[in-house]
């Protein structure tokens, strides 16, 4: 079975990107997602969480869906093989230098689902 180890990221839409971000710090203590190196993501007991509330014409991900849940894994590879073999398509990987290699699965509903195998620290 494949092992999520905690949540990567809530990706959604949002009519106001930057102000409900500003809201959830304001109000959560919820660090909006970094977009320089100077800022610091939000830290959960698990491990980084990013937090990036998107641009409600986003098209990172379906127009028919209003969130994407993004889970870290270990072994991006292995749980590839495993979901082929239970039936479950997996997309392309895409690689980001220095963040990770990610995937994208989508649950019986259609909800897309990102699997994150972050890059191991230096």
Sequence with gaps: MV???????????????????????????????????EMAPWVTETGVTVFSPFDAKTEYF???????????????DA?????LAAGITCGEVVEMDGVGRFVRIHDPEGNPIELWEPTAPA
């Excluded at 106001?16 to 809201?23: E, M, R, S």
């Excluded at 869906?65 to 270990?74: D, L, P, W």
């Design 79 to 83: 749980a590839c093989a495993e979901l």
């Design 3 to 37: 092992n999520v180890l905690g949540v990567g990221g809530v990706f959604f839409r949002a009519k106001d990107p930057v102000g409900l971000a500003d809201w959830y710090q304001t109000y959560l203590g919820i660090a909006p997602a970094p977009t320089t190196s």
């Design 62 to 76: 379906p127009k028919d869906k209003a969130f994407m849940i993004n889970f870290r894994i270990a072994d991006l």
